[in-house]
T-cell receptor
Framework: KAGVTQTPRYLIKTRGQQVTLSCSPI?????VSWYQQTPGQGLQFLFE???????NKGNFPGRFSGRQFSNSRSEMNVSTLELGDSALYLC???FGGGQTGELFFGEGSRLTVL | DAKTTQPPSMDCAEGRAANLPCNHS???????VYWYRQIHSQGPQYIIH???NNETNEMASLIITEDRKSSTLILPHATLRDTAVYYC?????????????FGKGTKLSVKP
């Protein structure tokens, strides 16, 4: 079956702009999580959505937001971009619902802020 | 902060077993040990997880000490394609499934 799909794979923005990233989870998965990966901070949890509700949130400013649609697809938005937002943004899906199991990660969206 | 400690790097000869250690001395009774790996420029990939018994799948074996304070991931016959950063993670059962706390991991280099 198809894996986690993230779009776009690469994008370049300038400071002050905003960006929206998209994630399509594996069919049947209801939980979508977002992570930011930078060389300095490593992989950091942004937020998790389950059945269109944000279930958990990491320690990021309010400029980072997300949402989940009824078909489980998710988007994350970063407003007023800063140079430090340059990173690989990874989406992961799982069945959710408190089950113990694996997360399936997408290939990521690489954002460069100039 | 991550609740695990791993060596920053390890080398392994191709075809030999790679044994990656992880210390999780503060693990709670309801926390699982998970292993993921990340090959350069790709998303992390799940390898295996366990609670207290040793586990084996087609990719690797997980050995958890009896006191659960440490574990070892074993790749029985390492190949060049196993070169990656390996992350050991502890997380509780149930609850939010998507919130993993990644540490810095171990960079495994498999050499010919």
């Amino acid at each position: 079956k198809a894996g986690v799909t993230q779009t776009p794979r690469y994008l370049i923005k300038t400071r002050g702009q905003q960006v929206t990233l998209s994630c399509s989870p594996i069919s049947g998965h209801r939980s979508v999580s977002w992570y930011q990966q930078t060389p300095g901070q490593g992989l950091q949890f942004l937020f998790e959505y389950f059945s269109e509700t944000q279930r958990n949130k990491g320690n990021f400013p309010g400029r980072f937001s997300g949402r989940q649609f009824s078909n489980s697809r998710s988007e994350m938005n970063v407003s007023t971009l800063e140079l430090g937002d340059s990173a690989l943004y990874l989406c992961a899906s799982s069945f959710g619902g408190g089950q113990t199991g694996e997360l399936f990660f997408g290939e990521g969206s690489r954002l460069t802020v100039l | 902060d991550a609740k695990t400690t791993q060596p920053p790097s390890m080398d392994c000869a191709e075809g030999r077993a790679a044994n990656l250690p992880c210390n999780h001395s503060t693990i709670s009774g309801n926390e699982y040990v998970y292993w993921y790996r990340q090959i350069h420029s790709q998303g992390p990939q799940y390898i295996i997880h366990g609670l207290k018994n040793n586990e084996t799948n087609e990719m690797a074996s997980l050995i958890i000490t009896e006191d659960r304070k440490s574990s070892t991931l074993i790749l029985p016959h390492a190949t060049l394609r196993d070169t990656a950063v390996y992350y050991c993670i502890v997380r509780p059962t149930g609850g939010s499934q998507g919130n993993l706390i990644f540490g810095k991991g171990t960079k495994l280099s498999v050499k010919p």
